[in-house]
């Protein structure tokens, strides 16, 4: 379902910043999830970052100290502050929440059909 609202995308050269913002983000008991995807041309769309509502933060690997998530429970609003950018970086990115848990290990789910609303898609460009 595409109900939320991106913005913060746009360009930026490698080691530039880019924040993104998702509204209304929000979560309930049985879909705590909230996560960051990204889908560059001919790609698969892959996991960026998730959290469950405000705490306990996971990142992919290649973005893990150079990405930020984070939720606002005030404003309703999921972010996304990206640091240090590389050109492979650049993809469209999507918010997603109302997200489920996997029911073996009590984590946030990273399988995209498990999560209940979507934004839609705000491009990423980073130049080298």
């Known amino acids: 379902q595409v109900r939320l609202v991106e913005s913060g995308g746009g360009s930026a050269q490698a080691g530039g910043s880019l924040m993104l913002s998702c509204a209304p983000a929000e979560y309930t008991d049985s879909r705590p999830c909230m996560a960051w995807f990204r889908q560059a041309p001919g790609k698969e769309r892959e996991w960026v970052a998730n959290?469950?509502?405000?705490?306990?933060?996971t990142y992919r690997d290649t973005v893990k100290g150079r990405f930020t998530i984070s939720h606002n429970y005030a404003e309703n609003t999921l972010y996304l502050q990206m640091n240090s950018l590389r050109p492979d970086d650049t993809a469209l990115y999507y918010c997603a929440a109302e997200g489920r848990k996997n029911a073996f290990t009590q984590r946030c789910t990273l399988r995209p059909s498990e999560y209940k609303s979507w934004g839609q898609g705000t491009q990423v460009t980073v130049s080298s």
């Open positions: 959290i469950e509502r405000d705490d306990s933060p």
